[in-house]
């Protein structure tokens, strides 16, 4: 089967072409803009049966980042497995605000600490440790196949963070910080976009009292996670903004703000402990 006739048999299984064209690029190790003026290039019979089995799969709904082992997420190249959730290019956004806080504050602290709670595949870690190689970050999970991705991604790009295994600030119990990050599970329990999810780890979207009860969590024991002046910054779900301001603000945080993503949902919240 060669490049061509791999893509009709992607159109024929009803998969998306630019999927099938990423499939194509990850098998014979080759950017997707090379697959172009490559038709007539043949997959060996490994190459062919992965290929067909990669189809059948993501026509029965697997995400493509769990096929191939990887996904992009702020310019790095991430590995992930089912145990963590695919990162999403609307958690760039709290990378972007992360970046912000941190170039205004490096004029005066050279190493700013800075956690990540619910690390998953270390993406928002890893980002930032990327863009801003003075900070000296951690990651925390609760989840070992979790920390191990993290910690293999960490290697494989050769950026250097600290891992904290534990449940949320416990994890760090005694430490104090400039900034903290996360991207928690805010998924009320039952809502109907789970369906689509159900190949991502159930434990990483979904929290009780309708979404809230990792986010309250996070906010409560920030107080005294965080430097005077330290700041928080979490992703949540487009309606729990006014929920998440009014706990900031019952935790003695101010300046606080909530940021909408590219599609224009609310998505981010942040402020700042006084
Ligand atoms: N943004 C994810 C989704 O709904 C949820 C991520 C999360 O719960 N942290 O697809």
């Given at each position: ?199 991502e780890p159930?434990?990483?979207l979904v ?68």
């Amino acid at each position: 089967m060669n490049l061509a006739q791999a893509l009709v048999s992607a159109r024929t299984s009803g998969v998306e072409r630019l999927d099938a064209q990423l499939m194509l690029a990850h098998l014979l190790g080759q950017p997707r803009s090379w697959l172009v003026a490559h038709d007539e290039v043949a997959l060996s019979a490994v190459q062919s049966t992965q290929y067909a089995q990669w189809l059948e799969r993501r026509r029965a709904g697997e995400p493509l980042a769990y096929l191939l082992g990887q996904t992009e997420f702020c310019g790095l190249v991430l590995q992930v497995a089912p145990q963590v959730l695919i990162p999403r290019p609307e958690t760039e956004l709290l990378v972007e605000w992360a970046l912000e806080v941190l170039h205004a504050r490096s004029t005066s602290i050279t190493e700013p600490s800075v956690v990540d709670l619910g690390c998953g595949s270390g993406a928002i870690a890893l980002a930032v440790r990327h863009r801003c190689p003075a900070a000296l970050v951690t990651a925390v999970d609760a989840s070992t196949p979790a920390l191990d991705i993290t910690r293999r991604n960490a290697c494989a790009l050769g950026l250097p963070i600290t891992l904290a295994p534990g449940d949320w600030w416990a994890a760090v119990a005694g430490q104090r910080f400039h900034l903290a990050l996360s991207n928690p599970p805010y998924v009320a329990p039952g809502d109907p976009h789970l369906a689509a999810l159900r190949h991502e780890p159930h434990g990483a979207l979904v929290a009780a009292e309708h979404g809230l009860s990792d986010l309250h969590r996070l906010i409560d024991g920030a107080p005294r996670a965080l430097l005077p002046g330290g700041w928080l910054l979490l992703e949540h779900g487009h309606d729990q903004g006014p929920a998440v301001r009014q706990r900031l603000q019952q935790a003695g945080f101010s300046g606080v703000e909530t940021r909408c993503d590219l599609a224009g949902l609310a998505r981010c919240t942040g402020a700042r402990i006084g």
